[in-house]
Structures are given as C-alpha cells and as structure tokens.
C-alpha cells in the first residue's frame, strides 16, 4: 500500500512533498550537516538550509509521486526557484517546517510502537 504524499502549495501549484531517508541525505550534504546536526538546528537554522530543506522535500516528494521535478516551461527547479516561492509565500516555509517535524515524531512513534528486536 502506497503513503499518500504530503502536498505543498507553492510555486503557483499544489506539490508533493517527502521526509524520507534520501530526501535527508540529500539535505545533509547539500548543507553539509550530519543528522545530530540536524537535531541540534531548532531556531538557527540559516536561511540557505532552509531553502534547500524545502528544495529537497519537493525534489523527493515529485519523485515519490513519480512526477517531473520541473516547472512549467520545462525547466528544472532550482533552490533560487524555491526561495523566489518562498519570498511570494512566506508560510510556506513555516508550513514545511510542520511537515518536517510531523514526519520525524511520526517516524520516531512508529520505531517505538514496533519496539528494538533482538
């Protein structure tokens, strides 16, 4: 059975979003952070990381969706793309940012109800 993706309204369209294993991979190099890294950021997270948080989150969730990671006149997004969105609708950064951490403390409620196999 297949998750059904997050979505995003931005960049002038409704677009799927995913916090997964790649997607955090990606982030973590592009910013060149280690997951405790990650965990530690709260409120100072620069602004460069969070563009590319958001950038990687839709990169990866129109990869789930197994839809162009394009615009519409066919080129491909970039970060600059996503912080122009983001100057046009500053929520949506914040609203990414709740997806984020609904999707770790979702991630963290599944590990613990499964419980450590030995």
């Known amino acids: 059975m297949t ?8 960049g002038g369209e409704m677009r799927p979003v995913h916090f997964g294993f790649a997607t955090l991979s990606e982030w973590c190099d592009m910013g060149k952070m280690t997951l405790n890294d990650i965990g530690k950021m709260g ?3 620069p602004l460069s990381t969070a563009i590319s948080m958001v950038f ?3 990169k ?9 990671f394009k615009k519409k006149d066919g080129n491909g997004i ?3 793309d996503v912080a122009d ?3 046009d609708d500053q929520d949506a950064l914040l609203k990414t940012m709740d997806l984020f951490t609904k999707s770790m403390s ?8 499964k419980g450590v196999k030995k």
């Open 78 to 80: 970039t970060t600059d």
């Open 56 to 58: 990687c989150a839709l």
């Open 3 to 10: 998750k059904e993706l997050n979505k995003l309204a931005i």
């Open 60 to 68: 990866h969730g129109a990869r789930k969706a197994k839809v162009d």
């Open 106 to 113: 979702k991630a963290n409620d599944e590990k613990k109800a």
């Open 43 to 45: 409120n100072d997270m």
């Open 85 to 87: 969105w983001l100057d």
